[in-house]
């Protein structure tokens, strides 16, 4: 079993950048962990994804160059860069881990088990 904790969340204008973190406990070394953005009466949408063992990351065409999901070798800790924020990024980001790999259905939310709590980000203009 995996649990995850996300934080780093908070307010920025437009062009601004910021950084959440995903701490994982239990096994997370050969997985694929991804963050989902949620939006009112909206589902939960990939944004990045990351196979852990090849260090391999994707991401949506929305943020592809302005994101980085990254991990920190000495720890189970996942961080999103988020750069050159648009008002279009707001919403509530999710943490996510499954075994096995990410491959091309990595933003598929229904294969992931495990879930964090979710961590607000909010973009004004």
């Known amino acids: 079993r995996v649990q995850l904790v996300e934080s780093g969340g908070g307010s920025v204008q437009a062009g601004g950048s910021l950084r959440l973190s995903c701490a994982a406990s239990g096994s997370t070394s050969s997985a694929c962990v991804a963050w989902f953005r949620q939006t009112p009466g909206k589902g939960r949408v990939g944004v990045a994804g990351?196979?852990?063992?090849?260090?391999?990351?994707q991401y949506s065409e929305s943020v592809k160059g302005r994101f980085t999901l990254s991990q920190l070798a000495i720890n189970d800790t996942f961080y999103l860069q988020m750069n050159a924020l648009k008002p279009e990024d707001t919403g509530l980001y999710y943490c996510?881990?499954?075994?096995?790999?990410?491959?091309?259905?990595?933003?598929?939310?229904?294969?992931?088990?495990?879930w964090g709590q979710g961590a607000q980000v909010t973009v004004s203009t």
């Open positions: 996510a881990a499954r075994t096995g790999v990410c491959g091309v259905g990595w933003y598929l939310t229904e294969t992931f088990p495990y």
């Open positions: 990351l196979q852990t063992d090849t260090r391999k990351s």
